[in-house]
């Protein structure tokens, strides 16, 4: 018989510990920050703050409906079976309780960053929906998995972006130019979104070779039921090429001093893999991976590398864009 869950029950499936993720923001108020030259003041502060808190109660609202909704499928994972609903009964209405507070509380503060930063935190919580709840429920479609759940990493990009750009209201026309500049540029918002997904396929590739029995696999996520080791890896390769693409595509319309760090990012794609491909590996959480001592040290460096890029100019690869164009 399971035991009555507590508070601190009811404060674990809102993962707090998995706010770090919400670093992803990071580089949107970067590239924000870049184009607009947004001052830095006390007003400025207060939306940085504010929309990094509003973010993460918004997560936790969907790690909350997550972890209810998924309860008699962790059961199957030899690690997910031990948290807290799967040992715990808890009562459902402070669960619903707890998710209408988180869910409440976040997009009032979110309403006071910007309506734009209030529009996209809405989408975070509606992909939460769609992600866990049912006739939705994507978690359990196979690739569609990957895409609506990684999709969450350039919402916290553009999370991230809309703090730092201009506040100029609502529209007034539908070609308001003006407006439209406001927003990141699609090239950096798909790349963004599969490199998510390669990190989120590599992944579901260490949790099924964890498992290591496709039948069981399969109770515990329905899309597991279609997947294969090899199809997860062609995945994977699908999505670091596209991220790749994308990505060239921004680095030489948006920020071509950035194209010094393809190298790095090429080499970060490639030993994110090679820990995937470990037993048991790292990847399956981001509080495994920070044992990963190295490869923490290398994303501190290469993201310091990222800051000075987006801030420094480099002539002389303007040079080498300019006359390769007449050749």
């Known amino acids: 018989m399971k035991k009555a869950a507590v508070l601190k029950d009811y404060i674990a499936i809102a993962r707090p510990d998995n706010w770090v993720k919400n670093i992803f923001m990071i580089p949107g108020m970067l590239f924000a920050l870049s184009i607009f030259k947004t001052p830095f003041d006390g007003h400025l502060l207060f939306k940085i703050i504010a929309g990094v808190i509003s973010t993460c109660l918004i ?36 669960v619903y309780l707890e998710y209408a507070i988180l869910v409440i509380a976040g997009l009032f503060i979110a309403y006071h960053v910007s309506w734009k930063f209030l529009i996209t935190n809405s989408f975070l919580l509606f992909m939460g929906i769609i992600y866990n709840v049912r006739p939705f429920r994507s978690k359990e479609r196979v690739f569609l998995d990957v895409l609506s759940e990684s999709i969450n990493n350039p919402i916290r990009f553009a999370l991230g972006w809309f703090i730092f750009t201009p506040s100029l209201g609502i529209p007034d026309t539908k070609w308001d130019l003006n407006w439209i500049n406001t927003f990141p540029p699609a090239s950096i918002i798909i ?70 760090s393809f190298p790095f990012f090429a080499l970060l794609f490639s030993w994110y893999l090679r820990i995937g491909l470990l037993n048991d590996s790292p990847v399956q959480g981001s509080e495994k991976l920070h044992t990963r001592k190295w490869f923490m040290l290398y994303l501190f460096l290469f993201t310091s590398l990222l800051c000075i890029l987006m801030f420094v100019e480099i002539p002389w690869l303007h040079w080498f864009l300019q006359n390769a164009n007449n050749y």
């Open 191 to 260: 790349a963004y979104w599969m490199g998510g997904a390669f990190l989120m396929a590599t992944k579901r590739f260490a949790e099924y070779r964890l498992i290591g029995n496709p039948e069981l696999a399969g109770q515990y996520r329905k899309s597991f039921k279609y997947y294969t080791e090899n199809s997860l890896l062609v995945s994977m390769f699908f999505y670091a090429i596209t991220c790749a693409f994308f990505m060239g595509i921004f680095l030489i319309k948006d920020r071509i001093e950035l194209l010094v």
């Open 59 to 94: 997560a936790s609202a969907n790690y909350v409906i997550n972890e209810y909704l998924d309860v008699e499928f962790d059961k199957f994972h030899p690690l997910k079976k031990k948290r807290s609903l799967v040992v715990s009964e808890v009562n459902p209405n402070f």
